[in-house]
């Protein structure tokens, strides 16, 4: 079989190249009787980090080891830097293929120093030419470069698991939930961190996460899956303003979501109506609201009237943002609202609730 052959080719930063790093056609993978990817595609341009996201089982790890080389494709194929790498009859190996892993279980080599491990798949001459050490500045841990693994912190392992990975000057990048271990403000410096390393390097990124805020932080394109396929694919923004269907509204925050149909082209909700939606008389529609686009306002007690309002159940104030739980006049469920800041409202309040209703996602049956 012949190998695309990437040695000595160094990859170019992102805005000098104009051709896709990765390019993902139709593929699929089946194991006996679950079809695990099933017709996926992708396009990944130099510099650009794309995220897959989606609920357990729904072929993420798949899609990336398919990338990676270690899992054969039944169909489609992939091409890295535009030479083919896989289809249903070739599997370009993994050694052979520009890619570099950076997995939650960082697997470094624990009887080698932190620069062994870096230096450990660049040439001799490399390896002493004070690149590991200028990649260990990089990263700030050049001071434990003669450390073990194992007298590093979590954090700082996960920092050498990745320049190690950058260290070959892969064309692709593939992070398997990379940062899940580490806490809350460590995560964060990682994401930066690896981002700006990834960026620099012009390398295209494929990201795999549960974590829908690590998605939005992070990748210029989102492609949410689901039973091994795509179910949509399109921007952080594009993706929460305008999903295709409820359950992709749902991987970016809880949901308010009410039964409606549509009559003279407008939706009764028990929050209020929405008018104009261009949608056929009668058609049975959902309508979901995010909880930050509603707005509770305190009734004053000069209006209220019996119990025909709307009540708070719950606050819950977390400093920076806060949570109100609303009962509403014969509605079995309760709505959820959010707001930054802090509020003085208090359970037993009769309150009204506001929305723009450009944020109301409207999704027919
Ligand atoms: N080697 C295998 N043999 C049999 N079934 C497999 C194998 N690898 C994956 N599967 C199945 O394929 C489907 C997709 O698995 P995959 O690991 O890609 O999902 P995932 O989205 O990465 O899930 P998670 O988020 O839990 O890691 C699952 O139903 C899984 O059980």
Not at 164 to 191: G, K
Not at 235 to 252: I, K, N, R, S, W
Not at 279 to 305: C, D, S, W, Y
């Amino acid at each position: 079989m012949e190998h695309a052959d990437f040695r000595g080719q160094k990859p170019v930063g992102r805005h000098v190249r104009s051709e896709p790093m990765l390019e993902i056609t139709g593929v699929e993978r089946r194991f006996s009787a679950t079809h695990a990817v099933q017709g996926v595609s992708l396009t990944v341009w130099p510099g650009e980090v794309t995220c897959l996201l989606g609920p357990s089982g729904c072929g993420k790890s798949t899609t990336l080891r398919m990338i990676a080389g270690i899992e054969q494709l039944d169909a489609g194929e992939i091409r890295i830097d535009g030479r083919p790498v896989a289809d249903a009859r070739r599997n370009v190996p993994p050694e052979m293929r520009p890619v570099g892993m950076v997995f939650q279980d960082l697997a470094l080599f624990p009887h080698m120093t932190v620069a062994a491990n870096v230096g450990f798949g660049l040439s001799r001459a490399r390896q002493g030419s004070g690149e590991v050490r200028h990649l260990l500045e990089r990263v700030g841990l050049a001071h434990h470069a003669d450390k073990y693994p194992h007298q590093l912190s979590g954090g700082e392992q996960q920092r050498i698991a990745l320049v190690r990975a950058l260290a070959t000057q892969p064309r692709v990048m593939l992070l398997d939930e990379p940062f899940s271990s580490l806490d809350q403000r460590l995560r964060v410096e990682m994401r930066e961190l690896a981002l700006d390393l990834l960026r620099e390097a012009g390398t295209a990124v494929v990201l795999v996460t549960h974590d829908s805020d690590e998605a939005m932080m992070m990748a210029d394109r989102i492609a949410i899956m689901h039973g091994g396929r795509i179910r949509q694919e399109g921007t952080p923004l594009e993706l929460y303003q305008q999903p295709v269907d409820l359950a992709v509204a749902g991987f970016f925050s809880e949901l308010n979501v009410f039964d409606g149909s549509v009559a003279q082209d407008r939706i009764k909700t028990p929050i209020g109506d929405l008018a104009g939606t261009g949608m056929a008389n009668g058609t049975a529609v959902q309508i979901a609201f995010r909880p930050e686009h509603l707005k509770v306002r305190r009734l004053a007690q000069a209006v209220v009237q019996g119990n025909s309002h709307p009540h708070v159940l719950r606050v819950q104030n977390l400093g920076r943002e806060n949570f109100v739980e609303v009962k509403l006049p014969g509605q079995p469920d309760h709505l959820r609202c959010s707001a930054p800041g802090f509020t003085d409202l208090m359970p037993g309040d009769r309150v009204e609730i506001g929305f723009d209703p450009s944020t109301a996602m409207i999704f027919a049956h």
